[in-house]
């Protein structure tokens, strides 16, 4: 099992651009491949309760006291990426659906497998997991805020709770709880020693079955719309760049350590596009292109991340002098 593991760890960045390769040949070319859509949730749950069992749940309490990198990662997603993406946002200013769903998902920062990623990537995972709950509280209160600025008062009369609330329930609070649990167990029992290892040695599989299905199920809906969303995706690579750039810069500026900034990059490049896309599902007819829009962002930051994962630790590394 250790030996597997360590194969698949090694040749991970590769075995997850095949996923994503096949996922959507498969979702072009399948007619029922939608239907996958139901499986994202309990993919997604399952690779964040085996992220979690691997975070040492001794250090939440202190990095929820680590001040500085809770402020770096609040300026960084609710005062810089709210500009950057009003900015970019004004290539679609025309087009209401696509102007929506950019903003919609753009202003949530991600609050799942951002913590995978930027793990693989040598950044504090453990920061991001206390982060979480933070995260989601603000953009759940400022999105209304920001949709209201932008777009007017009709973007926040369609806006709901409800599908945020649900959403840190199923991808947080239960993985969340589960791993305490099965950490508690694994002090006491063998039976729960071994649902850790094997849930971690399951990290690989878990994530490219993640980015499988959600590629899968979605493609079909973006080769429908395809015209129409070409230019969404220069905007959605531009994201990524300027932010990663921008989430290198506020590290040095709020003076975090290599992890801490690596964890920081993701956080602001990274979007809740899971997260947002019942929402998206869920606004009237005349928006109805917006869940498109969505999982289009989901598609490039994607490909996006597993390039950023062997990006960032050449940007930040690690011989880098702390300040």
Known sequence: MNAVASWLEHRQIGLYLVAIAAAGVIGLTAPGAHHLEAAIEPVLALLLFATFLGVPFAAIGKSLRDGRFLAAVGALNFVIVPLVAYGLSRFVAGEPALLFGVLLVLLTPCIDYVIVFAGLAGGASERLLAAAPLLMLAQILLLPLYLLLFIGPEGVAVVEVGPFARAFLLLIVAPLTAAALVQTLARRHRSGVVIERTMLGLM????????????????????????????????????????????????????????????????????????????????????????????????????????????????????????
């Open 204 to 323: 690989v599989p878990l994530m490219m079955a993640t980015l499988f299905t959600v590629v899968a199920s979605q493609a079909g809906a973006v080769g429908d719309s395809l015209g129409q969303l070409l230019v969404l995706v220069p905007i959605y690579a531009g994201f990524l760049v300027v932010m990663a750039a921008l989430g290198i810069g506020a590290g040095r500026i709020f003076r975090l350590d290599v992890p801490a900034t690596r964890a920081l990059v993701f956080s602001g490049a990274t979007r809740n596009s899971l997260v947002v896309l019942p929402l998206a599902l869920a606004l009237p007819a005349s928006l109805s292109l917006a869940p498109v829009v969505v999982v289009t962002q989901t598609l490039v930051e994607l490909i996006g991340m597993v390039i950023l994962v062997r990006l960032i630790p050449r940007l930040v590394p690690n011989q880098r002098r702390e300040i």
